[in-house]
């Protein structure tokens, strides 16, 4: 007979291995059983299984698992993570070459994987959890380096008058699935970097993403002053100085874990300038290992470095004054046996000027071999921005090419779309999601059934936003929106979706610039629009907290108080409600400035349309056929002018084409022209624009002739 408490503590054991590896976050059966086992905790919990799992006694598991006969289903789970990490005919094994004797190292400011673990702020931090995400699916040798902010990026607060606050607390780290590194005698492990004025500490945390692992530094030890303890504590806090010892922590002090676990790597992958100075730790190992100078190692590097730019504002780049710089590099340049201007010039463009700060992206630019933007028009920008590196060559020659961002599909799409998926498109349609030919069987869909799923994700978003607007309108004593809550929104209306980091030009009010003619398309008896914003404005940007509450003011209006609302506390989870839900995913930001964008592409795999500037990834996209576009594609060379120009397209394409075509019903209500141009979308753009296809390309294209050059360099 099986004793009971055996069979309990069995089951706790697979649950809670379950919850130790991010595998989880993107296989909607696991998460399921979490939903089932107590919907409410869930929800409580922030969807985070440790948290639910703590939460709830093993005899309480026991009890909800017998009575919804959960047991087969817990065990099915466990068995499928167990073979997914144990498969051994995979993408990676077949392609990926010496990589697998010498991996990929990818460092990263911020990674977004999951909102139970806030250590990113937006679009940089999701891209890259979805390229772990994906290089884990597809089986390639890489890990990844980052920080960990013990309070992650802020929450955000709005006032009664629109203004955006912000809140931090500390995280639970036994809450999350974070394991120390240790050394062989059990004690944890510490990297060390020395500064002119002392020394920087930071400990490791593990973190399994499926196959990847994920190590975070954390500089709350003991040794540090209490200054450096909160080094990490805060993603894109503090000043100059915080940024550049946060830097430090991530470039030199990620490259030396490399050395501790005695790891070579074959290609030093730097997603953004933030991890630059990796390059430099890297040619300091090559001098002390090998006994050759500095300009020797530094080539040699730079022949396995890749980085990744994806920022085309000159606001967006680190730089560093000379004084700073010596303060907290000047130790460090004397073992690379540099002056100080020798140093300085490894990050100037013009490394004559004495006053030319230092600048992590021209650092990385200088010292690697392949450089990449995140699509097209961004590798035109990026080459005419830094041009002047490589002034002896034509503007085209300048080697920053691009591989356009994709998304974690599985991360994004929802569970009724993944289940339609499933039986519409092929059983095994995840590991082929890159085939043309799996998206073709879209067509083949009933548009009834597609319109049916899609409903369903828009009534989902709506019940989600009305139980944001009542929890902020509790917060703040607004009585009135708490009684009207459940009469917000309508899922019978055009819903348009616009949410993103509310940076000036981003242009996230541009719908709001003709007040008059959008209340007409608000009010419209017939064909009605209603819009949901969401986005933060980083701490330190006044411009933007004054277009947040511009839009706050905007939902005041009595005339549209139910029809256009702003989510609080625009994360992970927000996000997914809102590109799963919404009909028409609107992006506005002002051309070309947008490096590429991936929140439109995470519409398109659940049934909405985009309606964006052609900008960024929407520019490679957008066909006629598969969502609508703001504008023909040029540029003003007057900004005023160029807003009045798109604000008018804007409204054009809304008046003559979405809204029409939305409403354009047969006597079901099924939207048949609509449900056309979604396949369109579907067919045309899913299968390019998602995060296998994307890490394939770096690894056929950057990682695999990296790792070359690096295994035969002899010089």
Known sequence: MTNPSNQNSHLHERLHALAQNLWWAWHPEVIRIFTDLDPHLWREADHNPIAFLNSMPPEQIELRASELVLHSRINYAFRRLNEYLGKEHTWGSIHCGNLWSRPVVYLSAEFGLHESLPIYSGGLGILAGDHLKSASDLDIPLMGIGLLYNQGYFSQRISKEGWQGEEYVDLNIHQLPLEPLLDGNGNPQIVRVDIREGFLLARIWKLQVGRIRLLLLDSNVDGNSEEDRQLTSRLYGGNDRTRIRQELLLGIGGARILQMLNIIPGVLHLNEGHSAFAILE????????????????????????????????????????????????????????????????????HPEDKGE????????????????????????????????LWPNRPEAEVAIGHITNGVHVLSWLAPQMHKLFETRLAHNWPIRMTHQDIWENIAAIDNGELWEVHQILNTRLINFVRRRLAARAERLGDQDTIQQAESILDPDILTIGSARRLATYKRGDLILSQPDRLLKMIADPDRPIQIIFAGKAHPQDNEGKKILQSIIEHTKNPAVKRRIVFVEDYDYNVARHLVQGVDVWLNTPRRPLEACGTSGQKVVLNGGLNLSVLDGWWNEAYNGRNGFAIGRGGMHNDPNVQLQRDA???????????????????????????????????????WLFNADRMVRDYALRLYLPAAAANSAETV
């Open 282 to 349: 890297e040619v300091r190992r090559i001098m002390q290992d090998d006994g050759i100078p500095f300009d020797r190692a530094r080539r040699r590097v730079s022949l396995y470095t890749v980085f990744t730019t994806h920022t085309p504002v000159a606001a967006g780049h680190d730089r560093f004054s000379p004084d700073l710089t010596e303060e907290h590099l000047g130790v460090f340049r004397e073992t690379l046996g540099l002056s100080h201007d020798d140093f300085m010039a490894l990050g100037r463009v």
């Open 357 to 388: 700060p230092f600048c992590m992206t021209v650092l990385a630019l200088k010292n690697s071999r392949r450089a990449n933007a995140v699509s097209a028009i961004h590798s035109d920008i990026s080459r005419r921005m830094w041009h002047a």
């Open 648 to 686: 008018e397209y804007l409204y054009d394409t809304l008046e003559k084409e979405v809204i029409p075509l939305y409403y354009d019903r047969d006597a079901d209500g099924i939207p048949h022209q609509w449900v056309k141009r979604v396949k369109n979308s579907m067919i045309s753009l899913g």
